[in-house]
């Protein structure tokens, strides 16, 4: 037996949605489903617009082009993220500078955010870490204060709220990725939501090679292909549909693991929700203490139990390829992603597979 780290949670309704697009031809990047998938986000979060897109990179690349980011500009970003996040403003010519997280929520430090502006500073990419809003009245606060954007990388975290409003309705555009192992997936995928026309309507030009959208074949500059297909969206509405149960049998799986949990004393779990926030379970998340075993020791033995862990993202403080965007050092991005880990959060497993997980790691924990 294996038990997997993650995986999508299907049921008839993706299979009744795509079959029906298949059925009546609609394969590609035009079709209803598209339209409805991009409505039906953007009611979600609370907002007037969605752009869908091929992934969440391409999201967060389109709404960077939408703000007029790229060269000579720079683009403040956590030490502590995907690489999706930093590459996406890499693209644009921009600058990424890169500052450190709050030890609490493991999201971008207000302070640190503050301490990296500069005039070039054009605008933040907030990510919402390991289902954890970030911290938005500050950030949005510091962001006006010097007057810059503000972009939202909702990727791990859709449905998480700051102060009863949805995340990724703050900035001046969320970021989702619809990826097989995210909240909401459609295998690849990604979704743009903003509040603003004017943003909206660019991003979809530059999703379509920058073709004009009332002249056919002119295009105005030059864009992407980052369109998402009919059968995407297919599966990404039937996902939705179902968000709010998908979320509570996610709680029930956090609250499982931090019930059984809660005695083995070199595992610290994610906090859980901080003043004005809720946040969601993306994938359980602890913080291991190392004593005769290492986190990588814990991680093989628990994979010779069948229990896939994951190990939290490298600082990007610490990849040469980023090395060039370090302005201060990031300690706190260090030592939570050092003794960062992941248990399996897969909504096809059962309460008995998670017995036998949890069973598993305090064996592992025990030699420790
Ligand atoms: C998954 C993810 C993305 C986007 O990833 P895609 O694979 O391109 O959809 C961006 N940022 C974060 C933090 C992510 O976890």
């Known amino acids: 037996m294996r038990y997997q780290l993650a995986a999508p949670y299907l049921t008839n309704t993706e299979a009744k949605y795509l079959s029906k697009a298949l059925s009546e031809n609609w394969i590609s990047s035009k079709g209803k489903n598209i339209i409805r998938f991009e409505r039906e986000t953007a009611r979600y979060i609370g907002l007037k617009y969605g752009i869908a897109a091929s992934n969440g990179t391409a999201a967060l690349h389109l709404a960077l082009l939408a703000l007029g980011i790229g ?23 921009a600058v990424p500078v890169i500052a450190d997280i709050e030890k609490d929520s493991w999201c971008i430090s207000p302070s640190a ?4 502006v500069t005039s070039r500073t054009r605008a933040v990419i907030a990510v919402h870490l390991y289902g954890q809003p970030c911290p938005m009245n500050e950030i949005m606060r510091t962001a006006a204060k010097n ?10 975290s859709i449905g998480a709220e700051y102060a009863g409003r949805k995340i990724g309705s703050f900035g001046n555009v969320g970021c989702f990725s619809f990826y097989g192992n995210k909240i909401v997936t459609t295998g690849e995928g ?19 090679q920058g073709m004009n959208s009332s002249r056919r074949y ?9 369109r998402m297909t009919n059968l995407q969206a297919s599966v990404g509405l039937a996902q939705l549909e179902k968000i709010d149960v998908m979320l509570a049998k996610r709680v029930e799986i956090e609250d499982f693991y931090l019930d059984n949990l809660k005695d083995i004393n070199c595992l610290k779990p994610q906090r859980g929700n901080l003043k004005n926030r809720k946040k969601v379970t993306w994938l359980v998340s602890y913080q291991f203490e190392p004593r005769k075993l290492s986190r990588d020791q814990v991680a093989y033995k628990l994979l010779k139990e069948g229990v896939e862990t994951r190990n939290f ?10 090395r060039k965007y370090v302005r201060r050092e990031c300690p706190v991005s260090q030592e939570i992603s050092r003794k960062g880990i992941n248990f399996p959060t897969n909504l096809n497993l059962r309460k008995a597979d998670y017995r036998k997980i949890t069973g598993a790691i305090k064996k592992v924990c025990a030699m420790n």
């Open 190 to 208: 990604g979704m743009c939501i903003t509040g603003r026309k004017d943003i909206a309507e660019k991003m979809a030009v530059l999703r379509n």
């Open 218 to 226: 002119w295009h105005d500059l030059v864009g992407y292909n980052y």
């Open 147 to 156: 007057g810059i954007y503000v972009i939202e990388d909702c990727a791990e």
């Open 313 to 322: 993202f490298y600082p990007l403080s610490e990849m040469p390829v980023y």
């Open 71 to 93: 060269k000579g500009d720079e683009v403040i970003v956590p030490g502590l993220t995907f690489a999706a996040t930093i590459n996406s403003i890499i693209y644009t010519g």
């Open 113 to 116: 955010m503050a301490g990296a």
